[in-house]
Each structure stands twice: as C-alpha cells, then as structure tokens.
C-alpha cells in the first residue's frame, strides 16, 4: 500500500529524518516509537505531506505522491491523520465535524453524510454527543470524535500521532479502545505513540526510530521482548544513562560525584544506593588512577527503571588486562569494598577495550 | 572534611567530620603523623560527624595504627555508625581496631 524509500527531511541545516525506507501493507498495523525527537512525527507528517520531503520516494499504490502531479487532497483523503490535539473545530457541533468534509470534498449529501456520522459516532460510543460542541467533551470524547471525522472520509489508512499524549491518563484508555477496535476491524494504520504496552498489543510491526533512522523494526515480540540494537534496549528497558570520560590522574572527583548525584536525583535513587555507588566509583578510580593519562576512562552508569537495576561500566583502553585483578594493587581494601557493593562484576575484552561490568546491589 | 584536636588527659582527641576520602586521607594522614611526630602516643579518633569513608581513609587509619604501634602507643575510634560502619565491617576493621560508642568510653579503654 505504502512504499517509502530513502525519505529524507531538513529543516534548514536540522537533519530529521535521514535515509528512511520501509513498506506499510494493507491491513496493518504500524507503531512507530523512539525518544522524542527523532522525526517520527516528522515521517507521518511526511507521508499526508503536511511536511514536504526533501528527498527520496513515497508511494500509495504504486502512485508517487511527490510528484508535481499529484492531487495532494485526495491523497489526504485516502490518507487522513488523528493528531494529539484533537484539531477539531470549536465552532462547529460534533455532527457537523464529521459531515463537513465528506459533503464538500466528496459531495455526499447532506444525509448521507449525517447517517453515516452518526454510525461512526456510534462506532466510537458518542452517537448521543451528535449536538454538542467539542469544548463540552472531554479530551478523551474529542479525539475519540476526531477519530470519528477521520474515518467519514473513508481514507485507506489512518495516521496517527500521538493520539493520546494530550489526554489525562483516565481518557487514555477509552481512545485506545478504539483504536484497538479499528485494528481488529482490519484498518490500515500508521501509529506514532508512547504508549509502549498498546504497541506491543495492537501491532503486527514496530519501528523503533533513532538519528532520523528506523534504526530498527520488527514484531512486537521482536522488539520488546528481543531488542538487537543498544538503543532499542535502552529504551525498551527505560534505561537512563550517565557517562564520564576520564584522561588524567588529576580527575576532580568531588565534580564528578556531584553529577552522579544529580543522576541518582534524576532517577530518584534512595540515599543508600547513591552512598554506594559514590564509594564505588571512588574506589575504582583509586585503582584506574596510576593508568590515567595514557589510558582513557569511560564511567557509563545506567539505571534501567523497568528492571530497577543498576549498573556501572567501565571501559578502558591500554592493553588487554583486567584492572581489577592487577597483581600491582597495593592492598586488597578497595577490592574488598568493590564485592561487597556489587552482585556481580564482569570483566570482558571488547573492540579493543578493557570492559568491566558491576551490578550494584541496591 | 574537618579536623579539629584536643587533649583530653595524657591522650588526644581527633574530631573529624564529613567525608575520609582521596581526596582528604592525605591531610588526615599529614595531621596525624604531625600527632605522633610531637610525641603524642594515645589517640582517640572520634567518627560522629563523619558520613562517608572510602579505602583512602581506612589506609589512613592503618597509618595511624602502625606509627603508634612503633612507638607503643596506643589508637581507639569512636561513634563508628552508619555508612562508616558498613565500610569497616567490609573490611573486617572493626575486629582491627579498638572501637566504643563515646568518646568517654574511647580515652577509657586506652586510658
């Protein structure tokens, strides 16, 4: 249905989205996730051409929606878009949101057009809201109505972005019912959300965007239970990370445990675990330190919120040794406090570097 | 970290508070060899306001313990509790050294 090839979108010198190419088919259903930022409102945007590209192919049915030629209204038609803030219009009743376009730009009759409204406004359980106004609905009443008027003009696909982002949690599930509901009626969609749990239920495919890419797609299974790529797993696992590169013996340690500090504040870290990882990347500065300078130090902390694990990993070059098994070690008293304030320590060569992984008791 | 001193009978009282870390241990270490060096052979070292101890500080207090032992003194920690606590328990240091609840029980046990 949908074939886009190397998408690429500037606004002015911000690279967007960079090099994007997938397929969506009749029939399916697209969640499309990733941190804020990474264009993936941009591709939606895109695709209904509210955004115009700046390179690279789509096509809906073989037709090349980027050329000059095309009727970008009807593409709209065919592919019409539910936005997070609802977008209705405020002077008009809920009926005549939804007869609007399907009796101007379709040339429906009058009552044609309000039958068939009133069936979607059923569908989306609001048929007695037919004569209200949309600042009497609640959030979660409006974009089930812009739902509604999305589906009047019979489009081919519904994009939507963010569908639920401004809506307050109580109201969040009554929108995804629907949506859920189109999905198992067979609708095409195109889904930009947060809402991890209804991706990985109301899916066939999800596109994990990362750098203006899709930098990674799959089954939901694929996706949520078996990442491949680092980022896709930090972000399925809501992991948080801090990192501190490390050069000279003459580091300022107070510095560094004021960011961690304010890490462990971010993640809202009880005072006891925040104790123990200060004391732990003292002492293994204390052990990396006569290294520093010809050997570089990369500290990464990640708190993942979904497993509440926490872990710090040290990366170091210089040749392959184990720092923490040096036999040059004066004394065993930081090696001592290490195991005790850690599961499990890992030690491997990787890409060239020294890599040591401790799992923080908590 | 602060060090303040006072003599309390034939012995000494160390009060620290704040951090015993890298960063400080040099001039615990500097302090206490001063002690020593001018004679001083019983030393309390009283932990109540100190909150956080690394390796760096327990080397420290080997030091300490090490330059009395050679001049037969004498060394006793006091208010170890909390996170110092754990740190010496770690390290087995509370079975190295003397240690009491008060400061009063200290100078009385290497009195």
Not at chain 1, 302 to 322: F, H, M, P, V
Not at chain 2, 15 to 34: C, H, N, Q, W, Y
Not at chain 2, 60 to 73: E, F, H, I, Y
Request: charged residues 25%; hydrophobic residues 40%.
């Amino acid at each position: 249905m949908i074939k886009i090839e190397h998408l690429s979108k500037k606004f002015g010198d911000l690279v967007v989205l960079k090099d994007i190419s997938t397929e969506i088919k009749t029939g399916e259903v697209v969640t499309i996730i990733g941190p804020s930022g990474t264009g993936k409102s941009t591709l939606l945007r895109c695709l209904n051409l509210l955004e115009v590209p700046s390179g690279g192919s789509i096509y809906i049915n073989g037709e090349d929606i980027l050329d000059k030629k095309t009727d970008v209204a009807k593409i709209r038609q065919k592919m019409n878009m539910v936005f997070q803030s609802f977008n209705l219009f405020s002077h008009l009743s809920v009926m005549e949101n939804l007869t609007l376009g399907p009796i101007k730009l379709q040339g429906i009759s009058e009552q044609d057009a309000q039958a068939k409204a009133l069936e979607l406004l059923r569908l989306v359980g609001l048929a007695e809201k037919a004569d209200s106004y949309p600042d009497e609905l609640s959030g979660g009443q409006q974009q089930r109505v812009a739902i509604a008027r999305c589906l009047a003009m019979e489009p081919d696909i519904i994009l939507f972005d963010e569908p639920t982002s401004a809506l307050d949690p109580t109201m969040i599930r009554e929108v995804l019912s629907v949506i859920r509901r189109l999905a198992r009626e067979g609708m095409t969609m195109a889904i930009v959300t947060h809402e991890m749990d209804f991706a990985r239920d109301v899916s066939n495919r999800v596109l994990y965007m990362d750098e203006g890419l899709i930098y990674e797609e799959g089954t939901p299974e694929q996706i949520f239970e078996h990442p491949q790529k680092e980022k896709t797993r930090a972000f399925i696992n809501r992991i948080l990370s801090y990192t501190r590169r490390i050069s000279s013996p003459d580091y300022d340690l107070y510095a560094i445990n004021a960011e961690i500090e304010a890490f462990c504040e971010k993640q809202i870290l009880p005072k006891k675990t925040r104790n123990n990882l200060l004391l732990l990347v003292e002492e293994l500065l204390q052990i990396y330190a006569p290294y520093l300078g010809p050997i570089v130090l990369d500290m990464t902390i990640t708190y993942s919120e979904k497993n509440d694990r926490l872990e710090l990993i040290c990366e170091s070059t210089g040749e392959q040794a184990n720092p923490i098994e040096s036999e040059s070690l004066d004394d065993e008293l930081g090696l001592m406090i290490i195991r005790n304030l850690t599961e499990s320590i890992d030690y491997q060569w990787i890409n060239g570097k020294n890599r040591l992984q401790f799992l923080i008791k908590k | 970290m602060d060090l303040h001193t006072r003599t309390e009978g034939n012995a000494i009282v160390v009060t620290l508070s704040g951090r015993l870390d890298a960063v400080t241990a040099p001039e615990f270490e500097k302090s206490i060899r001063e002690l020593i060096d001018s004679g001083n052979s019983r030393i309390v070292v009283d932990f109540d306001q100190v909150d956080y101890i690394s390796s760096a500080g327990l080397r420290g207090l080997l030091l300490m313990a090490k330059l009395l032992n050679a001049k037969g003194g004498q060394s006793c920690l006091a208010n170890v509790k909390g996170n110092v606590r754990s740190v010496f328990d770690m390290c087995g240091f509370c079975s190295v050294f003397k240690i009491e609840n008060s400061v009063a029980e200290a100078l009385a046990a290497i009195a």
